[in-house]
């Protein structure tokens, strides 16, 4: 099945291609997305649970910083040479896939080595050290053997096709993978290449926030009992330092008055 324009405005509500940010299309049946190419602007892209065979349509989405590509039919690693231009990509999901076989630590560390940047891959964040050591003995991918028979149709014309995929699918996987296609923005404070959409404190402030909230959702119980610790800590600090200045302010105004 093919992705078509419609689909795509539909789900993300945009106006046009070039105006999509995030696009959910988790079990659609789909095996050609090659209208991904006329996207260059989308950041966050769920594809899971598809028939996807080739990553190419998506080289020409170098804003992407989420990509969830779980349980589809990508063969060979070599695919992810498309996504090696992406210098803003921080989240993949690849599990499910023929290319991953056993999900073992090799597997993992020749995606770490052409993918550097990511933070978190599948559902395990990725630390300095496996970026250390994949570059030491993580196996270099090389480039798909045919790629050109994975190049996007240049006509640009897409035939609409009726919509079956249900919401009820897309909240069944929202549930079961909180990670995957978010509906919060990312905050530059986590990802210092994400681009910035706002300016101003007030929206900095509510970007961090949203980032905080969402990654709660990863965390254990005692992982939580230690953020819970530092966010008291915290709210006593900036209740100190607010009772502080007040007492400035207080001391000042007195002063001027005499």
């Given at each position: 099945m093919k992705l078509t324009r419609k689909q795509v405005l539909t789900e993300s509500k945009a106006s046009d291609l070039e105006s999509v940010?995030?696009?959910n299309c988790w079990g659609c049946k789909l095996s050609d997305i090659s209208i991904l190419s006329q996207m260059p602007n989308l950041q966050v892209l769920s594809l899971s649970?598809?028939?996807?065979?080739?990553?190419?349509?998506?080289?020409?989405?170098?804003?992407?910083?989420?990509l969830y590509l779980r349980r589809n039919m990508i063969a060979s690693l070599s695919e992810l040479c498309y996504l090696r231009p992406m210098t803003r990509l921080r989240i993949l999901w690849?599990?499910?896939?023929?290319?991953?076989?056993?999900?073992?630590?090799?597997?993992?560390?020749?995606?770490?080595r052409c993918l550097p940047r990511l933070r978190r891959l599948d559902n395990r964040v990725v630390t300095e050290d496996e970026i250390t050591l994949a570059h030491l003995?993580?196996?270099?991918i090389g480039t798909p053997p045919n790629p050109a028979q994975h190049q996007p149709?240049?006509?640009?014309?897409?035939?609409?096709?009726?919509?079956?995929?249900?919401?009820?699918?897309?909240?069944?996987?929202?549930?079961?993978?909180?990670?995957?296609?978010?509906?919060?923005?990312?905050?530059r404070d986590k990802f210092t290449s994400f681009p910035s959409q706002s300016t101003g404190p007030s929206m900095k402030k509510s970007h961090t926030l949203d980032a905080v909230l969402l990654l709660l959702r990863d965390?254990?119980?005692?992982?939580?009992?230690?953020?819970?610790?530092?966010?008291?800590?915290?709210?006593?600090?900036?209740?100190?330092n607010s009772e502080t200045l007040g007492d400035s302010q207080s001391s000042k105004s007195a002063d001027i008055q005499h």
């Open positions: 940010r995030k696009l649970v598809n028939s996807i065979s080739s990553l190419s349509p998506l080289a020409g989405c170098l804003s992407l910083c989420e690849l599990t499910g896939n023929p290319c991953c076989g056993d999900g073992s630590s090799q597997y993992r560390l020749a995606v770490l003995e993580g196996e270099e149709p240049s006509n640009g014309l897409f035939h609409a096709e009726k919509e079956n995929d249900s919401l009820a699918q897309k909240m069944e996987e929202t549930n079961n993978n909180s990670e995957e296609f978010t509906s919060k923005p990312l905050s965390l254990d119980h005692e992982e939580l009992r230690v953020v819970h610790i530092e966010a008291q800590n915290r709210l006593r600090t900036c209740t100190l």
